[in-house]
C-alpha cells in the first residue's frame, strides 16, 4: 500500500460511517476470504465479524413489499462500459472491474434492495489469479499477451445480486414426437418418421433457482460458474462487502420471478422429454403449476477479469466459492494467420512433391 492510498483512505473514513473503521489504528477494514474476518491491512489486525443470522427465505406473495431500500450503498456507473457498481458510502470507485478503465463517476441511481444474505468470498484474490492464469494459458488460440494479463491486477472481486427461488411444480403435458424408419425398395431407401402421441404428469421440485438481478453479468456465466453454496448463507452484514465491490441491481424481483418460470420450464420440458425415445418432436405443451413458491435476494461472490484485445473486451468470471471459471478467451489473429499460411504451405509442398515423384 503506497502513501498516497493510505491518505486516500484517510481522508474518505473522516466522511464516512465508522462501521468498517480499525479500532486499533483508524484504518479501513476488508472483508478477508481466508479467515472469514474483517482485517486491517495497516496494523495487520484482524476482527471477527458478529453475526448469528442465516438468510431466511421469503414468501413470493410479499416479493419486494418487505425489501428494504440499500442506504449505505451507493451507484457508480462507467462511462466505459456502461457497467453499473455498487459501492459502500465509505468506498470511492477508482476502476471498472468490467472493462480495466477508469472512467467511473457517481450516479444519481438509488443502490436498490439491501440483500438479505451474502455468500463470501472464500477463495483470496492471488488464488483466483492462479485460476485465471493457468485457463488463460490453456487457451491455445489465444494471444500471449492474454495469457500475461491474466493476473491478481486485472481480477476484482465483485458481489453479484440474485434471487433465488424455491417452488414445487406440478405439470402436466401432451405432445407428438416422432422416431425414424427406413424401408427399402430395391436399390433405394427411404428414411419416415413414425409419429406417436404423449401426455402424461411431471412434478419437479426446485431449490435455490438462481435468476441474476444484474444486467451487468450474464445469466448464462452464472449457470456455468454455479454451484454456490446459497443455502444457510449468512444473513446480510455491510462488513462482508469490505474491499470489494457488487453489481447494481437492475432488475427487480417480478421480473426475475417471471424469468426464473421460463427457465424452470425449459428444464421441465428436458426432464419430460426425457422419458422418451424419439428422434424429433412435433409438438410438446406444458401446462404448470406452482406451490409453495419462495424467495431470497443475496449477493453470490464472483471475480471478474477483463482483457480488451482489437478494441473487443473479453470477460471472464471465477466462482468466489469453489473457483469454478468460465469465460471467451480472445482468438490470436496472427496465430490463426500464421496457421492458415503454414498449412497452405504444407499443402503447397505435398501437391509439389506428388507431382515430381510420379
Ligand atoms: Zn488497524
Ligand atoms: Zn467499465
Not at 465479524?49 to 428494504?68: D, F
Not at 494471444?143 to 424455491?166: C, L
Not at 435476494?297 to 464472483?302: D, E, F, Q, R
Amino acid at each position: 500500500m503506497t502513501n498516497d492510498s493510505v491518505e486516500k483512505l484517510s481522508a474518505d473514513a473522516k466522511i464516512k460511517t465508522t462501521v468498517s473503521k480499525c479500532p486499533n489504528c483508524g484504518g479501513e477494514a476488508v472483508f478477508d476470504a481466508k479467515s472469514q474476518k474483517l482485517h486491517c491491512p495497516f496494523c495487520g489486525s484482524f476482527f471477527e465479524i458478529e453475526n448469528e443470522n442465516k438468510v431466511v427465505e421469503n414468501e413470493i406473495a410479499g416479493l419486494l413489499q418487505s425489501a428494504k431500500e440499500w442506504k449505505e450503498a451507493e451507484v457508480y456507473e462507467c462511462k466505459s462500459c456502461g457497467a453499473k457498481e455498487i459501492l459502500s458510502r465509505n468506498e470511492v470507485a477508482k476502476i471498472c472491474p468490467f472493462c480495466g478503465t477508469n472512467n467511473v463517476v457517481r450516479s444519481e441511481d438509488l443502490a436498490g434492495l439491501q440483500p438479505q444474505g451474502v455468500v463470501t468470498f472464500k477463495i483470496e484474490k492471488d488464488e483466483a489469479g492462479n485460476i485465471a492464469t493457468t485457463w488463460a494459458k490453456k487457451g491455445f488460440w489465444a494471444p500471449r499477451d492474454f495469457k500475461r494479463s491474466a493476473t491478481p491486477e486485472n481480477i476484482h472481486g465483485v458481489y453479484n445480486p440474485v434471487f433465488t427461488f424455491d417452488v414445487e411444480t406440478k405439470s402436466s403435458y401432451k405432445g407428438r414426437l416422432g422416431e425414424y424408419y427406413t424401408t427399402t425398395n430395391g436399390k433405394t431407401t427411404t428414411t419416415h418418421v413414425r409419429y406417436f402421441n404423449v401426455s402424461g404428469d411431471q412434478n419437479l421440485n426446485f431449490d435455490d433457482f438462481i435468476v441474476q438481478a444484474s444486467y451487468t453479468m450474464p445469466q448464462y456465466r452464472i449457470t456455468q460458474i454455479s454451484p454456490f453454496p446459497t443455502n444457510g448463507a449468512p444473513a446480510y452484514k455491510p462488513e462482508y462487502l469490505r474491499g470489494y465491490s457488487a453489481c447494481a441491481y437492475s432488475k427487480d424481483g417480478n421480473v426475475c420471478w417471471k424469468q426464473c418460470k421460463e427457465l424452470m420450464q425449459v428444464e421441465i420440458e428436458k426432464k419430460i422429454l426425457s422419458r422418451y425415445k424419439y428422434d424429433v418432436k412435433d409438438y410438446l405443451q406444458v401446462n404448470t403449476a406452482y406451490y409453495h413458491p419462495k424467495y431470497k435476494y443475496i449477493l453470490l461472490p464472483v471475480y471478474v477479469g477483463n482483457y480488451t484485445y482489437r478494441k473487443k473486451l473479453f470477460n471472464f468470471y471465477i466462482n468466489g466459492s469453489n473457483g469454478k471459471i468460465a469465460g471467451n478467451r480472445p482468438v490470436s489473429f496472427w496465430k490463426v494467420f500464421f496457421a492458415v499460411m503454414l498449412a497452405v504451405i504444407l499443402i503447397a509442398v505435398i501437391i509439389f512433391f506428388s507431382y515430381t515423384t510420379d
